[in-house]
Nanobody, 124 residues
Framework: QVQLVESGGGLVQAGGSLRLSCTAS????????MGWFRQAPGKEREFAAS????????YYADSVKGRFTISRDNAKNTVYLQISSLKPEDTAVYYC?????????????????WGQGTQVTVSS
C-alpha cells in the first residue's frame, strides 16, 4: 500500500505563497498519476491539479490556473503544489492523492490512495 503524507500548509496573508509537499512511501511512485484536491468548510472536495507519471502532462482547475503549479520529483517520491497569489477563497484542507492511469484525473473517486491533508488558511 502507498502511504501519502502532506506538509507545508499554514497561515498566509492574501497575496502570499506556499509550497505544499506530498511524500509517498514505496518504490512504485512513478507508476501513479498524482493529484491535488482541496476541500473548504461546508463544500465538496474539488480537483485542483494533477500531473502525469513522467511530468509530461499537467491539468489545473480553472480556479487555480495561473497561480498554482504542480510538479513531481520521482527520485524523491514527492509531488509539490506551488501556490502563488493566494486568495482567501483558497482556504481549504489540501489533499494529495495517487491513481493508476486509465481514468479521469478530475474525479476523486478514481484515486486509490490519499493523504491526511494539510490546512491552508489565507487571511485578508
Amino acid at each position: 500500500q502507498v502511504q501519502l503524507v502532506e506538509s507545508g500548509g499554514g497561515l498566509v496573508q492574501a497575496g502570499g505563497s506556499l509550497r505544499l509537499s506530498c511524500t509517498a512511501s514505496g518504490r512504485t511512485f512513478s507508476s501513479y498519476v498524482m493529484g491535488w484536491f482541496r476541500q473548504a468548510p461546508g463544500k465538496e472536495r474539488e480537483f485542483a491539479a494533477s500531473i502525469s507519471r513522467n511530468s509530461d502532462t499537467t491539468y489545473y482547475a480553472d480556479s487555480v490556473k495561473g497561480r498554482f503549479t504542480i510538479s513531481r520529483d520521482n527520485a524523491k517520491n514527492t509531488v509539490y503544489l506551488q501556490i502563488s497569489s493566494l486568495k482567501p477563497e483558497d482556504t481549504a484542507v489540501y489533499y494529495c492523492a495517487a491513481k493508476v492511469v486509465g481514468s479521469s484525473d478530475y474525479f476523486a473517486l478514481n484515486y486509490r490512495y490519499w493523504g491526511q491533508g494539510t490546512q491552508v488558511t489565507v487571511s485578508s
